[in-house]
């Protein structure tokens, strides 16, 4: 049924595209995808992750920043990033709760990022397997 995910989108303000174009062109790299025609007018961006992926960025008129939810992103240097966060003046946090190393951003609108290193987390067990 379900075979993976496509993308995820998170909302802004009004206004956001340049802020988007910054934090996602600029400091995380992901190149800017061309939105589709009937969708431009509502505004927001869109990118690309590396595996085909997307992150979509919404205009919301009643935006409220997401901080609890998050998308989690891989990365292989999360040192390199937490010294680009710096150097962008990016909020970044690390979260040394969990094995695999890991922090958390916030976006220009305060959305909360989770991004890990390397690749997939530990494998959770239900029922005592």
């Given amino acids: 049924m379900i075979v993976g995910l496509d993308h995820v989108q998170v909302c802004a303000p009004a206004g956001c595209e340049e ?14 995808l061309r939105k589709p025609a009937p969708l431009r ?4 961006a869109w990118f690309g992750l590396p595996d085909g992926r997307q992150v979509h960025v919404g205009v919301e008129q009643a935006f ?6 998050h998308p ?10 937490t010294r680009r966060a710096e150097q962008f003046g990016v909020a970044c946090e690390p979260d040394d709760r969990l094995e695999q190393r890991r922090v958390y951003l916030a976006d220009p609108w ?5 991004v ?4 997939h ?5 239900l029922n005592d397997e």
């Fill in 72 to 81: 989690c992103l891989r990365c292989d240097d999360l040192e390199a990033l």
């Fill in 41 to 44: 007018p509502h505004g927001g």
């Fill in 64 to 69: 409220a920043p997401a901080r609890k939810a």
């Fill in 19 to 32: 802020a988007a174009r910054t934090f996602f062109g600029t400091f995380l790299e992901l190149p800017e």
């Fill in 116 to 119: 890990v290193e390397g690749g």
């Fill in 110 to 114: 305060g959305n909360r990022w989770e």
């Fill in 121 to 125: 987390g530990s494998e959770v067990l």
